[in-house]
């Protein structure tokens, strides 16, 4: 500020009183962020997209023990199930061996990748 003259000092002054202090600003923030948590918690947030549970097939109602899952979940037990009982491929691990229970939702399938899996649990998902 030592280069301006002094009527910027002055001018710069009368702006700086006109403005908010931080805290001022601060407790206006706060105090919208928890209103906006409030609304929120009151709200009940839809499941979209794979996190929406829908209808399975008899197969894999089988397999999960539930009649409703959202994809997420299913791809969940499914490689719960695969890591417990060791079947992924120790030489290529992209690779799934397949037990009984997995043949029945893969397709009678002796092996599969892992990026198969999702184009392969698709059909057991009824439409509505």
């Known amino acids: 500020m030592a280069m301006f003259y002094r009527g910027s000092k002055l001018a710069m002054a009368a702006v700086k009183a ?5 805290t001022a600003m601060a407790a206006a923030k ?5 209103a906006a948590a409030a609304e929120s918690d009151t709200k009940v947030a ?3 997209g794979i996190t929406a549970p829908g209808p399975l097939s008899p197969a894999m109602k089988k397999f999960l023990g539930v009649s409703e899952a959202s994809r997420a979940e299913v791809v ?5 199930h695969i ?3 060791n079947l992924q ?3 290529n691990k992209r690779e799934v061996f397949c037990d009984e229970k997995l043949k029945t939702i893969f397709g009678q399938k002796e092996n599969v990748g892992m990026l198969e899996i999702a184009k392969l649990i698709s ?4 439409k509505k």
Request: net charge positive.
């Open 89 to 91: 491929n120790p030489a």
């Open 83 to 85: 890591k417990t009982n």
């Open 18 to 22: 006109l403005q908010p202090s931080r």
């Open 123 to 126: 059909p057991h998902f009824i």
């Open 30 to 34: 706060e105090a919208a962020t928890s």
């Open 46 to 48: 839809k499941r979209r």
């Open 76 to 80: 969940k037990k499914i490689w719960e």
